[in-house]
DNA sequence: TAGTCATGTGACCTAGCAGTCATATTATAT
DNA sequence: ATATAATATGACTGCTAGGTCACATGACTA
């Protein structure tokens, strides 16, 4: 947790040192991530940056954090209730706000895949226990969907939640490649919520209905 | 190119070398990876470190092009022909032979892993051909499905094709996850070819049948 | 105005890194 | 045995990093 001298600054100041701090987190590693570099940018004194947080790693938990509250506010902004919906234009409904998130919160997207894939403080356990959380996550909503009669009892949930969390991983570079953007295009925020859909209904009838000739 | 000097080296000493190197950078982004360590670890001087190699990229180098040949002469020994098998039996055998690898070979996959993910010497424009490589190749054989009738033309190959290789991204630590191991277990790879089929049959099930109710 | 407490500062500390090089050792050839 | 070339060595340089601290500056109270 940052000190209360952090939340004491104006308004300004702090965004600002936020905003450098994460782009710094979002294109390096942990280890690679530099607060000189970041104070520098900042134009403050490393020192004040030790009065603002306990170190490095208090810096990137408070950052990890905001990030993951972002992402869940953003979310939940955009998805509608999921009684309301079948299973698969739910499903649809999440994977665009997913994306969308990617798109209009960049810096926080790329904090959040290294935080999944590359190098960062916590422990590989609780790395892991991360990517479970989202596969139980699409595990409930299968559960949900046998119950409610919409998916076959048989299915296998595992392998079938284990597919929605690798295509929802990976979603951001195919929609990146579709629409020809690289990462540098993404700041300027200017693709439109209207391409994103063909895109998701394409990618969600494959999980529908499979690659094979029906 | 590591220097001649390094291949002069007797094999024993050669392997050594390789072996503790590609643990470094199994286990360290190249950032972080150290050469010190490496040495230190090997018993030998640091600037024998530079007779056998121009410096930590080259070495890098050295190594991403030996899991390259590794991984690629693995699976063509696994994989049969393609002609021989329909498509979704190919896939099987090509995603079961690539989890093959990721169980005897963890070191060279966790290498391979980091090269795609984490920090790396490559631009992120190679990072993004390399992934593309993966997609291609996929396009590639659904392309050929298409053309041997056993796939609907109308099919979407692009998004059908970065499915595959995001679900070829994640299934180690699916297998992993479902025969519960962790990354340690690997070393001691007494997992048996076995246990893997029927996890491949039920992830190809669902990629060529899809989630849905039949 | 004097005093107190919160905040800001940057020189400084220790540690680890990649990479260098003069020198020592070993192997090979004559 | 001697000369020559190949290889091994580790102290050293220069750099950057995270973190510390005595001191400076500002703000607020009595």
Not at 7 to 32: C, G, M, V, W
Not at 34 to 51: D, H
Not at 96 to 112: D, N, T
Not at 181 to 192: G, N, Y
């Amino acid at each position: 947790m940052p000190k209360q001298t952090f939340f004491n600054l104006p308004k300004q100041k702090r965004d600002l040192i936020t905003r450098l701090a994460l782009e710094e987190f979002a294109s390096h590693d942990y280890h690679s991530a530099s607060l000189s570099k970041i104070v520098e940018r900042a134009g403050i004194a490393k020192g004040s940056m030790y009065q603002y947080f306990g170190g490095k790693k208090d810096l990137y938990l408070y950052l990890f954090n905001l990030v993951g509250q972002a992402k869940l506010s953003y979310i939940t902004s955009k998805v509608p209730d999921p009684e309301s919906l079948d299973l698969f234009s739910y499903l649809k409904e999440l994977m665009m706000a997913s994306a969308g998130f990617e798109i209009h919160h960049p810096l926080e997207y790329r904090m959040g895949m290294r935080v999944v894939y590359g190098d960062s403080p916590f422990k590989e356990e609780e790395r892991q226990q991360m990517k479970n959380a989202v596969v139980d996550f699409y595990k409930g909503l299968l559960i949900r969907g046998i119950e409610r009669g919409e998916l076959d009892p048989d299915l296998d949930v595992d392998a079938a939640a284990f597919l929605l969390s690798a295509v929802s991983l990976e979603l951001g570079s195919f929609i990146m490649n579709r629409l020809d953007l690289d990462s540098e295009d993404l700041q300027s925020s200017k693709i439109d919520w209207e391409a994103l859909e063909p895109i998701l209904d394409t990618v969600i009838a494959l999980i529908k209905n499979g690659i094979a000739r029906r």
